[in-house]
C-alpha cells in the first residue's frame, strides 16, 4: 500500500471522540466517583428525595463527563433531571429557565415574567408529575463570581416547604477545593453534600484514556506507541486530558493535509500548539475580570517569573481590588492550571510567591486576541 493518502481517503474512523463533548461507553479511572454518585441517587430511585453531591476536582479531570454519565443511565427511570452549565446560564433566574426547559420540554418567554412566577409554575408541575428531581450546576465558580451560588440553592432546596411534598437533590461541580468558605453557613447547612473528589490522572491513566480514544477514532497503524508517548508527556506536563486529546486530533489532521498515512513527530508540533491555542481561548472565556486582569498583568510583567507582591502592585494601579481577593483569583488561576505559584519564604509571614505562566507565553498573547 502506497504511505501517500489519497485526497478521498482519511485517518479517522470516528472523528466525534475527539470532541470536547464527547462521552464515551466507559469512563475510565472513575469507577469509585461514579459509584458514590450512584449511592447518591439511590433513594430518588425508591421515592424519595436524592442526597446532594459536591463534585471536587481540576479541570478536565472527568467531571462533567460522570454527571452526563450518570444522567444517560436515569434515562429510563422516572427520575427527571435538569443538566447548568453556569458559565452560560449563570444566574439564578436563567439556571431556573433551564430548569423549566428540561421540564415542560420549550424554553419560557424571555420577558415579563418574574422569578417568583417562574419558580411557581415549575414547581407546580415538578409536584404535579410527583418525580423525583436532580439538578446539575456544572462549573459552579461562575456563580460564585457573580454572588448567585447561595440564592440558587437555597431556592431549589427550599422549594419543598412552599410545595410540599417534592424531592429535589443537587449536584454540584467545582474547580476549588475551598469554594465553601464563599457559601453562607445557610446553605451549607442546607445542603449537607457528600464530597466527591476528582484527582488529576496519573500518566498511566492519561494514557489508557489517550490509547483508548486512538483505537476508538482513528485507523489502525496511523499514530503508533511512541508517537503517543509524547502526547502523553505533554499531556501530564500541562495535567490537562483535553490537550491530550486535541493533540491526537490536529496531529491526524496535519498529517491528513499533508497526504501521510501515519502521524510523525512533525505533526506534533502544530498539534500542541493548536491544541494549547483552543484550550487557553476556552478557558479565557469563562473567566471574570479580575482574573483577566491579573493575567494581563503577569503579560505586561514580561518576565518568566514575577512575585505576588510585585503583581499586586501592578494590580492596584489599574483595580481596587482587595489583597485577600486578589490571592483568591491566584488560587483560581493556579488551581486552572494557567499559572504555577511557589512559596518563597519572604514577605508577611512567609507567604509571598513567585509565579509563572505554565504556558508559553505567546499562546496566552493570542488568546487574549481571540477573545
Known amino acids: 500500500m502506497s504511505d501517500i493518502l489519497m485526497r478521498d481517503e482519511t485517518l479517522f474512523k470516528n472523528p466525534e471522540v475527539f470532541e470536547f463533548d464527547y462521552l464515551p461507553d466507559v469512563l475510565l479511572h472513575r469507577d469509585s466517583q461514579l459509584q458514590s454518585m450512584r449511592f447518591a441517587i439511590l433513594p430518588a430511585l425508591r421515592g424519595l428525595s436524592p442526597l446532594n453531591s459536591i463534585l471536587i476536582g481540576p479541570p478536565a479531570t472527568g467531571k462533567t463527563s460522570a454527571v452526563k454519565f450518570i444522567f444517560r443511565e436515569l434515562e ?17 433566574h436563567l439556571i431556573l429557565s433551564r430548569i423549566f426547559k428540561e421540564i415542560f420540554g420549550f424554553k419560557p418567554p424571555l420577558s415579563g415574567v418574574s422569578f417568583a412566577q417562574l419558580f411557581e409554575k415549575v414547581m407546580k408541575r415538578i409536584k404535579e408529575m410527583g418525580k423525583p428531581l436532580i439538578v446539575a450546576l456544572d462549573d459552579i465558580n461562575a456563580l460564585i463570581e457573580d454572588r448567585e451560588l447561595d440564592d ?3 431556592s431549589l432546596l427550599r422549594a419543598g416547604e412552599v410545595f410540599e411534598g417534592l424531592k429535589i437533590g443537587i449536584i454540584l461541580v467545582a474547580s476549588e477545593v475551598d469554594f465553601r468558605r464563599m457559601m453562607s453557613s445557610r446553605t451549607s447547612s442546607i445542603l449537607q453534600a457528600q464530597e466527591i473528589v476528582f484527582p488529576p490522572y496519573t500518566r498511566d491513566e492519561i494514557r489508557g ?29 500541562a495535567g490537562d486530558l483535553r490537550l491530550g486529546i486535541g493533540m491526537i486530533k490536529f496531529s491526524a489532521l496535519h498529517a491528513e493535509r499533508n497526504a501521510r498515512r501515519k502521524v510523525i513527530e512533525e505533526d506534533l508540533d502544530f498539534a500542541l500548539s493548536k491544541s494549547q491555542k483552543n484550550i487557553f481561548a476556552s ?45 483568591e483569583h491566584l488560587n483560581k488561576l493556579d488551581n486552572l492550571r494557567i499559572i504555577h505559584m511557589d512559596f ?13 505562566l505554565r504556558y508559553p507565553r505567546e499562546i496566552l498573547q493570542e488568546s487574549f486576541k481571540m477573545l
Open 76 to 92: 429510563d427511570t422516572d427520575i427527571l433531571k435538569a443538566y447548568v452549565n453556569c458559565n452560560v446560564d449563570h444566574t439564578r
Open 344 to 356: 518563597t519564604g519572604k514577605g508577611r509571614r512567609g507567604r509571598t510567591r513567585n509565579i509563572k
Open 152 to 154: 440558587t440553592v437555597n
Open 209 to 237: 484514556i489517550l490509547k483508548r480514544r486512538v483505537e476508538l477514532g482513528l485507523y489502525s497503524g496511523v499514530m503508533n506507541d511512541e508517537i503517543l508517548e509524547k502526547i502523553v508527556e505533554e499531556t501530564e506536563k
Open 283 to 327: 478557558i479565557l472565556s469563562n473567566l471574570g475580570k479580575n482574573e483577566l486582569l491579573i493575567l494581563k498583568k503577569i503579560l505586561e510583567a514580561d518576565k518568566e517569573v514575577i512575585s505576588s507582591g510585585e503583581l499586586y502592585r501592578m494590580i492596584s494601579e489599574e483595580s481596587k481590588m482587595g489583597y485577600t481577593t486578589f490571592y
